[in-house]
């Protein structure tokens, strides 16, 4: 199985700050017959089912804000929000469509500082 | 606009067998490349995938539940089923119902999601 590490468990930013959340792969999920990268990120506020932010890694989904962000490739991917507003505050998780079976990383709680 | 709804049981017993319903509207599952998939999230926990039927009726399951796990579509009715058995209390979770999101390759992401359905498992 593909093990999606993501870094920190939780992060408290000011409001308009930068956030950043890593995930980490344990092999890489980088497809060579596509050059995609099989790696979303979601967003799950509390009391509600997660919603997509990104797919193929960097692809943001229609309706989400610009301020977020995916990057990387390989096994190292990160999502950033680049001002973060008081309706971010959440808790997001990376996933990985590369291999069955898909799997979560364990979530990153993100707070207001 | 697509919606899901999951529903089932609330309480379930050890060792019983668990049976939900995921009942779809804005798309057909008749239409190439769409599936419907289930993920549960345990009280506090993390996401885990669990299974998915695609358009075609392949199905996808989750090796580590595979054994007890069987899932099934009713394209008249807009419906997915799941079943799960020999429930154990380590299964209560919140279980999710979703739409693959299209053109996700060989693999899938969810877009959009049902609100879920909690499901104890206790005697």
């Known amino acids: 199985d593909i093990v999606l590490t993501q870094s920190p468990d939780s992060l408290a930013v000011s409001l308009g700050e930068r956030a950043a959340i890593n995930c980490k792969s344990s092999?890489?999920?980088?497809?060579?017959?596509?050059?995609?990268?099989?790696l979303t990120w979601y967003q799950q506020k509390p009391g509600q089912p997660p919603k997509l932010l990104i797919y193929?890694?960097?692809t943001r989904e229609s309706g989400v804000p610009d301020r977020f962000s995916g990057s990387g490739s390989g096994t190292d991917f990160t999502l950033t929000i680049s001002s973060l507003q008081a309706e971010d505050v959440a808790v997001y998780y990376c996933q990985q469509y590369y291999s069955i079976p898909w799997t979560f990383g364990q979530g990153t709680q993100v707070e207001i500082k | 606009q697509i919606t899901l709804k999951e529903s089932g049981p609330t309480l379930v017993k050890p060792t019983q067998t668990l049976t939900l319903t995921c009942t779809f509207s804005?798309?057909?599952?008749?239409?190439?490349?769409?599936?419907v998939g289930w993920i549960r999230q345990p009280p506090g926990k993390a996401l885990e995938w669990l299974a998915l039927?695609?358009?075609?009726?392949?199905?996808r399951y989750s090796p580590s539940l595979k054994s007890r796990l069987t899932i099934t579509k009713d394209t008249s009715k807009n419906q997915v089923v799941l079943t799960m058995t020999n429930m154990d209390p380590v299964d209560t979770a919140t279980y999710y119902c979703?739409?693959?999101?299209?053109?996700?390759?060989?693999?899938?992401?969810?877009?959009?999601w049902g609100q879920g359905t909690l499901v104890t498992v206790s005697s």
């Open positions: 039927i695609y358009w075609d009726d392949d199905k």
């Open positions: 193929w890694a960097s």
């Open positions: 092999q890489s999920v980088l497809s060579s017959s596509n050059n995609k990268n099989y």
């Open positions: 804005g798309f057909s599952l008749s239409t190439s490349g769409v599936g």
């Open positions: 979703a739409h693959r999101g299209p053109n996700s390759g060989g693999g899938a992401w969810f877009d959009p």
